[in-house]
């Protein structure tokens, strides 16, 4: 009987096939390849005998082209970075390998829809990007109180409702819940936060004073309030 190879060379091996699936032309694994042709773009790290695929990136990709499966994701658990843009693929629950392991997942006009509890199994992203996703929550502190590492969020234009949350990272260097249905104030809380450097809540339903501390917010360069009542 044969050993089964290593999960990392199955990436490789799924990185291969996804090109070739998604755009009938190989591309190398090894080095990151962008294009405008290829809906994906792959870059691996240079371990040894393998190399783990870190960062995945899909963009353009049609339903028919690109299918997410459990087993598939299973084999990308090195997966550090993964990035759907344009992709109306349906998303699927993520094996914990890779939830743990991813430090950045952004979602951009993908995925049909996901909900905070989804988001929330992401603990150790540092950064985490949904846009023009409709997100289901009772609030952002679902996907805040679970991701102590969140350096940046924005979860904009995407119908999320309920109150800004009261505790926040304290690295959070970039907020931006623009374009949603969130309600109430801006907790004083968000004025503790010294290394936040933007921070836009527009287009949302927020009212009530705006913190006057905010001014002590010293590397604080883009705030952006506007279009709340
Ligand atoms: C995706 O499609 C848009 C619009 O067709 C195009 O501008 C963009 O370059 C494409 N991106 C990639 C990575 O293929
Ligand atoms: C990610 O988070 C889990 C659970 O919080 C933790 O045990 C683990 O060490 C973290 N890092 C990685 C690489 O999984
Ligand atoms: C948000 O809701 C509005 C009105 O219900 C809808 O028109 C819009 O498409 C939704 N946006 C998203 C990203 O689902
Ligand atoms: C959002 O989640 C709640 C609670 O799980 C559920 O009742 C509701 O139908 C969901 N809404 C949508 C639009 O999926
Ligand atoms: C916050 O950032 C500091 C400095 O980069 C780092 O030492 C610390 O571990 C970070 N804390 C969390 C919870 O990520
Ligand atoms: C704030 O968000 C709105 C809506 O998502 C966007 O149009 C605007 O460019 C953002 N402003 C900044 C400074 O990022
Ligand atoms: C502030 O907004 C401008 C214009 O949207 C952008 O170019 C710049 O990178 C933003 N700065 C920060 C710190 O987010």
Known sequence: MKPLPPPAFLAGVFCLLLFLQSSSSAAAATTAAPSTHHPG??????????????????????????????????????????????????????????????????????????????????????????????????????????????????????????NLPKHWQSNLTHIDFSGNQLKGRIPNSITLLENLQSLNLSSNQLNGEIPTEIGDLIRLKNLTLSSNS
């Open 41 to 162: 773009t792959a870059t691996c790290d240079a371990g040894k005998p393998f190399r783990h695929l870190v960062s995945l990136r899909l963009a353009n990709c049609s339903a028919d082209s690109v299918a997410l499966s459990f087993t598939a994701l299973k084999a990308l658990s090195t997966l550090q970075s993964l990035s759907f843009f344009n992709c109306p693929v349906s998303a699927v629950r993520f094996p914990s390998d890779l939830a743990l392991n991813l430090r950045s997942f952004s979602a951009v006009r993908s995925l049909h829809h996901l909900t905070g509890i989804w988001l929330s199994r992401l603990v150790n992203v540092t950064d985490l990007t949904v846009s023009d996703v409709p997100v289901n929550a009772s609030g952002p502190y679902v996907i805040l109180g679970n991701l102590k590492y969140l350096k940046s969020i924005t979860v904009s234009r995407a119908n999320l409702t309920g």
